[in-house]
């Protein structure tokens, strides 16, 4: 099947601990996309990347960082410096950037304990 | 920055009820699109929008961009309890300035 995949569902983190989030995706998409959602709120951009290799800050980036070495993937991770890292998280991809559609995947849901 | 208004917040109907929300953006949009999303779950595509005064149909889902470009409406018809959940409108202005922008959503309770 044809999709984007984040792993894992749920994940707890002590505080003053990095944490990985994986997205990965089959649908040959160029840009992929991280995003953040708390309660009540609409999706917040982290960071994207429209081609491999290569990435952008989002709206709310400090404290996180990504890496685009394979077209198929774009982890998230979310370091000791994010003061409020408690969050849905939300991978999606896109044929291209520029307002394409954007597919998502299943989400994160990320608890700093 | 560009910004873009989602109303309404929240609705509360009977089922078979009509229902209907928009977005506003502060600037022009060349792209519009809707999204539902369940609890714990991500965004669902539900239609998409590229010229202005489209009008495109989903089902039970109609979806307009507007004429100026700057706003978009969602409508359901005949709602159902299985379409409970936040729709989250989303735009674009392309070029450099083409990453999505979502409205922060309108929450969808349907009564039996």
């Known amino acids: 099947d044809g999709g984007i995949t984040q792993s894992p569902k749920y994940l707890f983190r002590k505080e003053g601990q990095n944490v990985t989030l994986s997205c990965e995706q089959n649908l040959n998409h160029d840009a992929m996309y991280w995003y953040r959602q708390d309660p009540g709120q609409g999706l917040r951009l982290i960071y994207y990347?429209?081609?491999?290799?290569?990435?952008q800050k989002g709206d709310i980036a400090e404290g996180y960082s990504v890496s685009r070495e394979k077209k198929e993937s774009f982890p998230l991770t979310v370091t000791s410096a994010q003061k409020n890292p408690t969050a849905f998280y939300l991978c999606a991809s896109s044929i291209r950037g520029s307002g394409t559609e954007a597919f998502f995947g299943q989400g994160t849901r990320l608890t700093v304990v | 920055g560009q910004q873009l208004n989602q109303s309404p917040q929240s609705m509360f109907i009977q089922e078979g009820e009509d229902v209907s929300m928009n977005c506003t953006s502060s600037?022009?949009?060349?792209?519009w699109l809707w999204y539902k999303q369940d609890p714990g779950e991500g965004p669902v595509l539900l239609i998409a929008l590229y010229k202005a005064g489209e009008l495109t149909s989903n089902g039970r889902l109609t979806a307009q961009f507007g004429i100026t470009r700057k706003d978009s409406f969602l409508n359901i018809s005949a709602s159902i309890p299985s379409d409970v959940g936040i729709y989250f409108c989303a735009g674009s202005g392309g070029g450099s300035q083409g990453n999505l922008i979502f409205g922060k959503g309108t929450k969808l309770s349907v009564k039996p």
């Open positions: 600037s022009i949009f060349n792209t």
């Open positions: 990347s429209q081609i491999v290799n290569d990435f």
